[in-house]
Every structure is written in C-alpha cells, then in structure tokens.
T-cell receptor, first 116, second 114 residues
Framework: GAVVSQHPSRVICKSGTSVKIECRSLDFQATTMFWYRQFPKKSLMLMAT?????????EQGVEKDKFLINHASLTLSTLTVTSAHPEDSSFYIC????????????FGPGTRLTVT | AQSVTQLDSQVPVFEEAPVELRCNYSSSVSVYLFWYVQYPNQGLQLLLK??????LVKGINGFEAEFNKSQTSFHLRKPSVHISDTAEYFCAVTPPGTASKLTFGTGTRLQVTL
C-alpha cells in the first residue's frame, strides 16, 4: 500500500514552454502533498506544500508564479513549470502524507525535466 | 529550525563488510528521524524511522539505526552489505505535530564493490 506515482517520468521541453507534472496517490487519500527539487548529487529541497482544496504554501525563494501547484483532489497534485528555462532542468519528486495524519511521507519515483 | 549533517558524502565498502553511515542533527525541539534510500533515477524509499520508544530501530533490507539523544545522532548500520545496497542514503528529521516538513541531510553515496 501507500504507492505514489508521477507522470511523466522524463520530459524534455523547449525553453519558454510550460510542462505539467502529475503526482498521484494510488491507494490512499493524501490531504497533503509535497514537491521537492533535487539537483545532481544534492539533497532534496522542499519547494512547496500542497493541501487539497487550498493554495499551496511555497518555501522561501521559490517563485509561485513560475511553479504552479494545484491540489484538486485527495489523490492528485500537479506541478506546472511555466516558461521553462534550462536552469529549471532538475529532478522533481513529490511525496504524499496520508489522511490519517501519520508523520510518514510516501515518495513518488520522480520526474526528470530537461529544458533545451 | 532543524538541520541534518551527513558527514560522509561517499562511503566505499566491500561486499559482505559492515557499514555505518553517520547522521547528526540539530534541533531545539524533539524530532522524528528517518533514513531513506534512493536508487538511481528513482524516488525515495523509507528504510526506517524513529518516532519514540526503543532507541534501536530495525528497518528493511537488514538495516538498523540507533537514536542517541545525548549525541544527537542517528547512525545507520548494516552488518553485511550487498552489491544491491549501492545507492544514495538520506537522513531526515521532522518535528512531530507539524505538517511533516522533512529536513534532509545532503546524502551519503554507499558504493559496494566485490
């Protein structure tokens, strides 16, 4: 149980375009989802916390107009990178927290974004 | 605020040898502690966690960790590693009762060779 999927697993887009990444909790309801960014050989950096039905809370230094997060249902959160630039190339990972309030997060497999 | 230090960026070890990956944390409040493993181009998988109770925690794949409050450490150990244990390992902390915002260490690359 507690499986989180991400789609796509890899995406290549041209500079200036937008790309959407989906994060789904497959077998549980997630009231809270988190979006992380991981640079090569670096740790995970929390970008934002997404609560179902409300606006996401962004970490300091993360541009909310560039990284649009929508948590429309208890099983789906999306991250849209708008007007992507090569420096947005990274590995994006989502995680989900169960509705039971457990402090454990379940992580998705990640999405490799390459902006050319 | 919390911080996590993983002192070793890389740990090379021979197969069947024991290994210890070090993790120290800093926090003004009590925390929950986690170890995650990340295989190449994959997300994170929980190895084990300490919430309360016994300070020796056993996890999956033969790993265990010991919480030492006085030394603010949560080192990960395995008595005999396998080639398949080669991966990146992350230590993380979070205060209980919050929205579970994890603070991660910088990771330790465990490289197991024959």
């Amino acid at each position: 149980g507690a499986v989180v999927s991400q789609h796509p697993s890899r995406v290549i887009c041209k500079s200036g375009t937008s790309v959407k990444i989906e994060c789904r909790s497959l077998d549980f309801q997630a009231t809270t989802m988190f979006w992380y960014r991981q640079f090569p050989k670096k740790s995970l950096m929390l970008m934002a916390t997404s609560n179902e039905g409300s606006k996401a809370t962004y970490e300091q230094g993360v541009e909310k107009d560039k990284f649009l997060i929508n948590h429309a249902s208890l099983t789906l959160s999306t991250l849209t990178v708008t007007s992507a630039h090569p420096e947005d190339s990274s590995f994006y990972i989502c995680s989900a927290r169960t509705r039971t309030g457990s402090d454990e997060q379940y992580f998705g497999p990640g999405t490799r974004l390459t902006v050319t | 605020a919390q911080s996590v230090t993983q002192l070793d960026s890389q740990v090379p070890v021979f197969e069947e040898a024991p290994v210890e990956l070090r993790c120290n944390y800093s926090s003004s409040v009590s925390v929950y502690l986690f170890w995650y493993v990340q295989y190449p181009n994959q997300g994170l998988q929980l190895l084990l966690k300490y919430l309360s109770g016994s300070t020796l925690v056993k996890g999956i794949n033969g790993f265990e960790a010991e919480f030492n409050k006085s030394q603010t450490s949560f080192h990960l150990r395995k008595p005999s590693v396998h080639i398949s244990d080669t991966a990146e390992y992350f230590c993380a902390v979070t205060p209980p009762g919050t929205a579970s915002k994890l603070t991660f260490g910088t990771g330790t690359r465990l490289q197991v060779t024959l």
